[in-house]
């Protein structure tokens, strides 16, 4: 009678860690929100590198996709222009990196291990990975996201109100001391973690 008990309940453990697999079409949405940042990516370089050949719609393109405005309608590419569109190049590079983190790491800590350890192209942080270390990069890829947001708010600052300046650098702030929590929190486990080792291993 024990034997039938424990083997139901080992059945229902076995289907209940199985559902993790709920998440895989989660990550697979995440690749394709990936390839949509790589389109709008090409699409916004396309236009950059058409604009510097003089095309007008090229450029009203971009002026309009940045939100840049002036006392006159720019009839080409200036410093201002070009700064703002690199920014959101870079700042979509970031966002998929942010993606990459979350598919590759989230996978291989919540889902399924990958078995990329004699991979030459696996990333160094992927061998370590957790559920706390994937915490604090995701916190580093979020404020480093928003840095870039608040460099082109303050670039482009004349066209925004002064409170949409303030409460951004306030969030951005908020980021930063959020990101700090986080990885002093991860730093406290481990040393707890350590001291436990240690303490095992006395004994």
């Known amino acids: 009678m024990r034997s039938t008990s424990a083997h139901q309940a080992s059945g229902l453990s076995r289907f209940i860690f199985a559902s993790r697999w709920l998440q895989l079409p989660l990550y697979l949405g995440l690749i394709a929100a990936q390839g949509v940042y790589v389109y709008h990516f090409w699409v916004e370089l396309l236009h950059l590198l058409e604009a510097v050949f003089g095309s007008q719609t090229a450029l009203q393109a971009l002026v309009s996709s940045i939100g840049y405005k002036a006392e006159s309608v720019p009839t080409q590419l200036n410093e201002v222009i070009i700064m703002l569109v690199i ?39 992927l061998s370590h990975v957790n559920a706390s270390v994937l ?19 303050f670039i482009n600052a004349a066209n925004y109100d002064e409170k949409v300046l303030i409460w951004q650098t306030i969030i951005h702030i908020a980021f930063l001391f959020s990101a700090m929590a986080i990885a002093y929190t991860d730093k406290l486990l481990n040393q707890t973690r350590v001291i436990g080792h240690e303490a095992d291993a006395h004994h």
Not at 135 to 153: E, Q
């Open 135 to 153: 915490k604090v990069k995701l916190a580093m890829a979020i404020i480093g996201i928003s840095s870039i947001h608040l460099l082109k708010t």
């Open 87 to 125: 920014l959101g190049l870079i700042d979509v590079v970031m966002i998929s990196n942010l993606l990459i983190m979350v598919i590759v790491g989230g996978y291989e800590t919540f889902v399924s291990r990958m078995y990329l350890e004699q991979h030459p192209d696996q990333p160094e942080w």
